[in-house]
Every structure is written in C-alpha cells, then in structure tokens.
C-alpha cells in the first residue's frame, strides 16, 4: 500500500502567519491518466471531515483562498497563507491514485 | 444541499454482524462514486470500502477483506456496508463519502459509532 508521510505533525501558528504541511508518497501519485489524485482534508474538533483541495491544487467550493496546494510525483505540500482561529484541526493528505486509497497520519494544527 | 445521512451503528459482540446504512440527499446519487471512511476513537482516518457509481466495481482495505461488503441501491439512493466476523479493531466511527463529477466534490456525513466489545 501507498504510505503518505505527514511533517510535521503538530503545528503550532500565531494567528495571521502562514502555516505549511509537507505531505510525501512512497509511490509516485501521477495516475495513467495523467491526473495527480492527492487532495487534502481538514477536520475540526468535534466535526466530521472536510476536503479543501483535490487533484493537488484544487480548492473546493467555499474554501477560503488562502488555502492552496502544491507538489507533483512523491512530494505535495499544502499552505495557509494568514491562519485564522477557525483553521484549528487535524489535516490530512489523502491519495486516489492506487488502491486502497490511503491517508497521511494527520498534522494537528493548534494557535500558540 | 448535499446531506449523507448514516444509521445503524451501535454495540456489538467480537464475531457479531452490522449493517451500516447511508441515506443520499440532494445530488445525483446514481452518478457518484461512494465510500465507507472510517476513523477509531482519537485515531486518524482510514479508508475501508468503496463502490462505483454503477455498483460494477467494489474496492476493500485489506483489514476488512471477506468479512464487509459494501452495496449500493440507486433507486433508494442509499449506500450500504455488511459487517461480518466483527473484531475489537473494526472500532470506529465510519464516514459515508460521496465523490460527485468525477471526483470535483466530496460530502461526508455526520459519521456512525460501532463498537466492538463483549
């Protein structure tokens, strides 16, 4: 199985800086169709999860823009340009490209 | 709005069965990919079944091969997930996902809590 590692996995941010998780594959996430499938996931304490990017660089609707993906082949990073109280959590990286799809460890995102 | 809404969760006994069952609102349920997404008290998340839109392709974690099996009735626009041979391990609270056009969006239900204890 594909296994994602997650750095680090606590952050803590004062409010209004940025914030950045690395997330790295074992395998090569380029799928035969030319599609990257590593998205991430934001959970919020006590909430059940949310996706805020897939296919690498996409946010889903709603997500606020200071959230953005990056990364290609092994290595994805996912950054939050200003962290705000809301972004408090655990986010996880997540690949669809190999079966079973896998998730990262998590990185627990706090507010010093 | 999308709302995946899950039931039948609850206390089981090691070696014991659940079905798990997942109502779909507001979005094309037949057109959608579906998952089960479980996640063990304080733990992270782990993927454990899904199925095509069609029903035609059926996908397992390891850990859960041979004892679920996850249906679909696109009629009834709900998901389902049989759980057989239940052991302490398949403790969680289990997601039901949805990823509509071609994998643009993703919805998560609310989550139901199995326990797995004599």
């Known amino acids: 199985d594909v296994v994602l590692t997650q750095s680090p996995l606590s952050l803590p941010v004062t409010l209004g800086q940025p914030a950045s998780i690395s997330c790295r594959s074992s395998y090569s996430l380029l799928h035969s169709d030319g599609n990257t499938y590593l998205e991430w996931f934001q959970q919020r304490p006590g909430q059940s999860p949310r996706r805020l990017i897939y296919r690498v660089s996409n946010r889903d609707s709603g997500v606020p823009d200071r959230f953005s993906g990056s990364g290609s082949g092994t290595d994805f990073t996912l950054q939050i340009s200003r962290v705000e109280a809301e972004d408090v959590g655990v986010y996880y990286c997540m690949q669809g490209t190999h079966w079973p799809h896998t998730f990262g460890p998590g990185t627990k995102l706090e507010i010093k | 709005e999308v709302r995946l809404v899950e039931s039948g969760g609850g206390l089981v006994q090691p070696g014991g069965s659940l079905r798990l069952s997942c109502a779909a609102f507001g979005f094309t349920f037949s057109g959608s990919w579906m998952s089960w997404v479980r996640q063990a008290p304080g733990k992270g998340l782990e993927w454990a079944a899904h199925i095509k839109a069609d029903g035609s392709g059926k996908y397992y974690v390891d850990s859960v091969k041979g004892r679920f099996t996850i249906s679909r009735d696109n009629a009834k626009n709900s998901l389902y997930l049989q759980m057989n041979s239940l052991r302490a391990e398949d403790t969680a609270v289990y997601y039901c996902?949805?990823?509509?056009?071609?994998?643009?969006?993703?919805?998560w239900g609310q989550g139901t809590l199995v326990t797995v204890s004599s």
């Open positions: 996902v949805s990823w509509g056009g071609a994998g643009t969006t993703s919805d």
